[in-house]
Nanobody, 129 residues
Framework: QVHLVESGGGSVQPGGSLTLSCAVY????????MAWFRQAPGKEREGVAT????????YYADSVKGRFTISQDNTKNTLYLQMNNLKPEDTAMYYC??????????????????????WGQGTQVTVSS
């Protein structure tokens, strides 16, 4: 049984910061491609950031570039999302995801929900004044 567990969400004022964590259980090794997605009420789930553990390559949605940083600590089997200068439009349920693909995903598949095999339960981030 493989599962992902997010934590670190909360409520902050605009301009504040949060760090999200995603613990990976059920693997004897870290999967190759991991990602953060988010979903606001009434909207589709959208990609936020991805990381390929083979070489550290990262990719970000334009809306979060310069504000969010994705990273992974293999010794702790944990994925992170550092979020700075948060805005009200960042309010959403945030999910981590992983794939068991044998190599990196092509850029066109990085933010496709169908690319990922496993998903966490989500952690809520609310940004309001």
């Amino acid at each position: 049984q493989v599962h992902l567990v997010e934590s670190g969400g909360g409520s902050v004022q605009p301009g504040g910061s949060l760090t999200l964590s995603c613990a990976v259980y059920g693997y004897s090794y870290i999967t190759y491609e991991m990602a953060w997605f988010r979903q606001a009420p009434g909207k589709e789930r959208e990609g936020v950031a991805t990381i390929y553990t083979g070489d550290g390559r990262t990719y970000y949605a334009d809306s979060v570039k310069g504000r969010f940083t994705i990273s992974q600590d293999n010794t702790k089997n944990t994925l992170y999302l550092q979020m700075n200068n948060l805005k009200p439009e960042d309010t959403a349920m945030y999910y981590c995801a992983s794939t068991l693909a044998m190599g990196p995903l092509s850029m066109g598949r990085l933010f496709s929900r169908k690319s990922y095999n496993y998903w966490g339960q989500g952690t809520q981030v609310t940004v309001s004044s």
